[in-house]
């Protein structure tokens, strides 16, 4: 207990009671920070906001649509108001719009470019602003996919964003590296979400087949990718930077 102690965190798409926000949010207080957690639905984040409080850790829910730079200013000036300065940032929000590329429409491929990949770069660029101005340095995590890293079919336009959210991360530790500021990917595998409950309930058998050919044989839970957000926020991690850090049971190592 206490790896985050003092700290004020940021986790966006955190209404999801089973999404890696929720989990994320939830691991990070029970170590000890503040955690701000928003997403589009208020009601849902709030709901995670309340268990965190339930369970005596701190946290506050906030409406956020990670596609409108107003809403960024608003949330960043909550956080100064209420802290003056932010530790760590998750920019976890993203959709998936699975079409092979002949379905794919204009609308598919700028919605998940919008919330997949611009709204990392406006986190990322209002959490820098900060860190910089209180000087205390930070983590930044930035959610990709193993998506981002090699090609998946229907995955044309999330896999381009989630492969920009790689390359940025990387761009953004080598600007901030000298002022203690880090930035680092996560790239999940196959996660226990409930936007797997469709993929189960659509094809059943394919769906089977994909887990089974995962070389642990299973698919990753919620905690994985927030133990790897856990580390990466503390400063057990404190020399790691630019890295793209995997978690998806040994699915890209074949």
């Known amino acids: 207990m206490g790896r985050l102690e003092g700290k004020i965190a940021l986790v966006t798409g955190a209404g999801n009671a089973r999404g890696l926000g929720a989990a994320t949010a939830e691991r990070f207080a029970q170590e000890g920070a503040f955690v701000y957690l928003t997403d589009i639905d208020l009601a849902g984040a709030e709901g995670v906001a ?123 530790a080598m600007e901030c590296a000298a002022e203690g500021i880090r930035c680092n990917s996560v790239h999940p595998g196959m996660i226990e979400t409930a936007m797997q409950d469709v993929a189960r309930r659509d094809n059943p058998d394919g769906f089977k087949e994909i887990v089974a050919g995962i070389p642990m044989q299973r698919m990753g839970t919620p905690a994985d990718i927030a133990n790897m957000n856990l580390f990466l926020a503390s400063d057990e991690s404190s020399y790691i930077t630019g890295a793209e850090l995997v978690v998806d049971g040994g699915a890209t190592a074949m």
Not at 87 to 95: H, P, S, Y
Not at 147 to 166: D, S, T
């Open 50 to 172: 309340s268990k965190i409080r339930e369970n005596g850790d701190m946290a506050e829910a906030h409406a956020h649509d990670v596609t409108s730079e107003g809403d960024w200013d608003t949330l960043f000036a909550q956080i100064r108001k209420g802290h003056g300065r932010l530790d760590i940032l998750v920019n976890n929000a993203g959709i998936a719009i699975l079409k092979p590329i002949a379905d794919l429409t204009a609308a598919d491929w700028e919605r998940q470019n919008r919330i997949n990949l611009d709204s990392v770069f406006y986190g990322t660029q209002r959490a820098v602003a900060l860190m910089r101005q209180t000087g205390g340095g930070g983590s930044i995590i930035n959610l990709s996919s193993m998506a981002g890293l090699v090609g998946v079919p229907a995955c044309a336009a999330y896999g381009a964003a989630k492969g920009g959210v790689r390359t940025f991360s990387k761009v953004i």
